[in-house]
């Protein structure tokens, strides 16, 4: 079953107002590369929670809490009860972190109050568990995982609020990340200490030292949904992270047609092509740039400062944009609906020795 990708931000105990608003404000303008594809949860400091609601409105991203109490309203002094947070609106919290469990001495039976407080406020969580360096040297990694979750299996009640981040505690802040393989046999056996009716739907997602380098051969593995990213999530290009986990159609190689058979104008097209020679000015907003493979070429008609990001000899990935006949040429026309993509990656068999400019093709398949 897909499970939407998910992506956290846990900005732990760093910025200033002025500092928080303007990596807010990037990465709002950003959440145009992936909208509505990837759940995004941003945890700021709790004094920043109530600006980055009023920043991220009519956004695609949502802000969470790094902590709040195991106890009810009352006499505790500095605390914040998960009511409180949903009284603001805030829908999401972390639990567990390691950082917490090490540095303020919380244990399996606290982050089990948490999560029963959570679901009696309806505040959806982002569950954290993971083994130290010494329990994976001791090949104790799951029977850790299993303990702590163990711990907290028996209060939730609503699963469709739970998010379980794993977090080998050796790879957070470390820079030392664990490989995919050991993240994915990790994340595998997680999913099965879940309850069965759970299991397929619950996103996992990793955590430890992940970067835009590491990022895109991580979320390839099956049981990994997404990241939750802390040192990462404070630089504009945690954007990179996110768009990272789009979800992408397994590619087939493109094909083309003949172009006397073209229909006029076609919607919705969604292609991969490497380009073939850089954007050029077509007068108003608008640029051309041109990419294909071995059987064509096609004439991309890009807006704006998109057009930039086009360099030659990357691979684009184009959404929903549209196809028209122009003169006898294929053009595909990417407005502001559609969306566009750079990869590095090289998908389907792309050729660029080959110059087949001019040559007059359709775009058939996806
Ligand atoms: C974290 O704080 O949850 C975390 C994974 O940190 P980092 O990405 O910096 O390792």
């Known amino acids: 079953?897909?499970?939407?990708?998910?992506?956290?931000?846990?900005?732990?105990?760093?910025?200033?107002?002025?500092?928080?608003?303007e990596l807010a404000e990037t990465l709002k303008n950003g959440s145009v590369m992936y909208k509505n594809a990837v759940e995004v949860v941003i945890c700021p400091v709790a004094p920043q929670i109530n600006m980055?609601?009023?920043?991220?409105?009519?956004s695609p991203l949502n802000v969470g809490a790094q902590n709040f109490s195991k106890d009810a309203e009352g006499a505790f002094t500095g605390e914040i009860t998960a009511s409180m947070l949903k009284d603001v609106g805030v829908n999401w919290s972390l639990i567990g972190h390691s950082e917490r469990r090490t540095k303020y001495g919380e244990?399996?039976?606290?982050c089990a109050a948490k999560v029963e407080k959570a679901q009696e406020a309806k505040l959806s969580i982002i569950f954290c568990i993971g083994?130290?360096?010494?329990?994976?040297?001791?090949?104790?990694?799951?029977?850790?995982?299993k303990r702590m979750l163990d711990a907290v299996i028996p209060k939730i009640t609503d699963w469709s609020k739970v998010v379980i981040a794993y977090e080998p505690v050796w790879a957070i802040g470390t820079g030392k990340v664990a490989t995919p393989d050991q993240a994915q046999d990790a994340h595998a056996a997680i999913r099965k200490m879940l309850p069965e009716a759970a299991a397929e739907?619950?996103?996992i997602l990793y955590g430890g030292s992940v970067t835009t380098d590491n990022c895109k051969e991580l979320i390839g593995k099956e049981d990994i949904d997404g990241?939750?990213?802390g040192g990462a999530s404070l630089k504009p290009t945690f954007t990179d992270i996110i768009t990272a986990c789009v979800p992408v159609k397994p590619l087939t190689k493109p094909e083309f047609r003949k172009v006397s058979s073209i229909e006029p104008e076609q919607r919705g097209v969604s292609f991969y092509g490497k380009v073939l020679k850089a954007a050029e000015s077509a007068g108003e907003d608008a640029?051309?740039?041109?990419?294909?493979?071995e059987t064509a070429t096609v004439t991309l008609r890009v807006r704006g400062d998109r057009a930039s990001t086009c360099e030659v000899g990357k691979v684009m990935r184009v959404q929903n944009a549209k196809v028209i006949m122009v003169k006898g040429f294929i053009q595909v026309q990417i407005d502001k609906w559609a969306a566009l993509a750079l990869s590095d990656v090289?998908?389907?068999?792309?050729n660029t020795k080959k110059d087949i400019s001019g040559v007059e093709y359709e775009l058939t398949s996806t």
């Open 227 to 229: 990241f939750l990213v």
């Open 1 to 21: 079953m897909p499970r939407k990708p998910f992506v956290g931000g846990n900005w732990k105990c760093n910025g200033t107002i002025a500092s928080g608003t």
């Open 201 to 203: 739907k619950v996103r």
């Open 346 to 350: 090289e998908i389907g068999e792309v």
């Open 287 to 293: 640029s051309t740039v041109v990419v294909g493979d």
């Open 107 to 110: 244990t399996d039976e606290i």
């Open 131 to 145: 083994e130290l360096l010494e329990e994976r040297e001791k090949e104790e990694t799951d029977a850790v995982n």
């Open 52 to 58: 980055l609601s009023k920043i991220f409105k009519r």
